[in-house]
């Protein structure tokens, strides 16, 4: 028991002087993902998150007391469903916003609008989001720094990075399934490139999408078709009608998916795990390696 008691102290003396070493130095001057260069005078105790991905990893590293206020998408974790609801990047409500006195907001990079009016205004506004699994582990020592949580960030990137290379490791060697996955029914998929699409490589999937369409491109059914993947998964409508639907498009009754009754239609929560490049992805690449892998990776 002493001995249990010693451990415990020595690990909150790290943790402790960890926290230390990392701390931000303020003023700290940031590059976004926009090229804007972003000031921030001092931590921030009033944070706006208009991306869901960035309301999670703010929580996970232990600031969710500090966000005032978050996008109307962002529902987890449940805390923060009691806070102000702001809209989205491109119909933001910016009075709502403002009232809040915010001294960061976190935003999308393709809500230029958004950061053009609180730039003119004067509130720090940080613009980006992971595209990538990489670009996902900077993400959580950026937003660290910026919140003044370094050693949360340094702990989430670990343990985030190694249950990806866990799952990882444990498939190594089977056989790869063929895979498509769509976000949409235009139809928009996510290439291998994408964070979705090495999430995918990673829990032991062939993605049918070539790296040349780029990280989510619109595919002709025809493609699919002709690729005839083993699993088809749905991150679009979480509902059994649309596994239906399937053999009503043209050709897809003989797909391989559907023949072995591999098409899989994602709940609204597994479709946020997957679609947000945040803490979350753990759950995401496990799922996804029970779809692809069921008798390797039972759950």
């Given at each position: 028991?002493?001995?249990?008691?010693?451990?415990?102290?020595?690990?909150?003396?790290?943790?402790?002087?960890?926290?230390?070493?990392?701390?931000?130095?303020?003023?700290?001057?940031?590059?976004?993902?926009?090229?804007?260069?972003v000031t921030l005078d001092h931590a921030p105790q009033r944070i706006v998150s208009m991306i869901p991905s960035s309301t999670e990893t703010v929580c996970?590293?232990?600031?969710?007391?500090?966000?005032?206020g978050v996008d109307q998408y962002s529902d987890y974790p449940a805390s923060v469903q009691k806070l102000p609801h702001l809209g989205n990047g491109f119909d933001p409500n910016i009075e709502a916003l403002v009232a809040l006195k915010p001294d960061l907001v976190l935003a999308d990079e393709s809500s230029t609008q958004l950061v053009d009016k609180l730039a003119?205004?004067?509130?720090?506004?940080?613009?980006?989001?992971?595209?990538?699994l990489d670009g996902v582990y900077q993400s959580f020592e950026t937003i660290g720094e910026l919140i003044d949580e370094q050693a949360p960030a340094a702990v989430l990137s670990g343990r985030v990075q190694g249950a990806v290379d866990a799952v990882q490791n444990m498939l190594a060697g089977l056989p790869r399934t063929t895979v498509y996955y769509e976000l949409d029914t235009t139809p928009y998929s996510a290439g291998p490139t994408?964070?979705?699409?090495?999430?995918?490589?990673?829990?032991?999937?062939?993605?049918?999408?070539?790296?040349?369409?780029?990280?989510?491109?619109?595919?002709?059914?025809?493609?699919?078709?002709?690729?005839d993947p083993a699993v088809i998964i749905l991150a679009d409508a979480p509902n059994a009608a649309a596994r239906q639907a399937i053999t009503a498009r043209p050709g897809w009754r003989d797909l391989a998916a559907v023949k072995?009754?591999?098409?899989?239609?994602?709940?609204?929560?597994?479709?946020?795990?997957?679609?947000?490049?945040?803490?979350?992805?753990p759950q995401a690449v496990e799922l996804l390696a029970h779809?692809?892998?069921?008798?390797?990776?039972?759950?």
């Open positions: 028991m002493r001995r249990f008691s010693i451990l415990v102290f020595l690990l909150l003396a790290l943790s402790a002087a960890l926290s230390t070493a990392l701390a931000t130095s303020y003023p700290l001057t940031v590059t976004d993902d926009l090229g804007r260069k996970a590293e232990g600031a969710c007391g500090r966000l005032v003119a205004l004067g509130i720090p506004t940080y613009a980006g989001t992971a595209q990538t994408s964070f979705i699409g090495q999430l995918l490589t990673r829990a032991g999937g062939a993605n049918i999408v070539p790296a040349s369409k780029g990280q989510f491109p619109q595919l002709d059914p025809e493609f699919i078709v002709q690729h072995a009754h591999r098409v899989i239609a994602l709940t609204q929560t597994q479709i946020d795990e997957l679609s947000r490049p945040g803490p979350r992805i779809i692809l892998h069921p008798a390797a990776f039972p759950r």
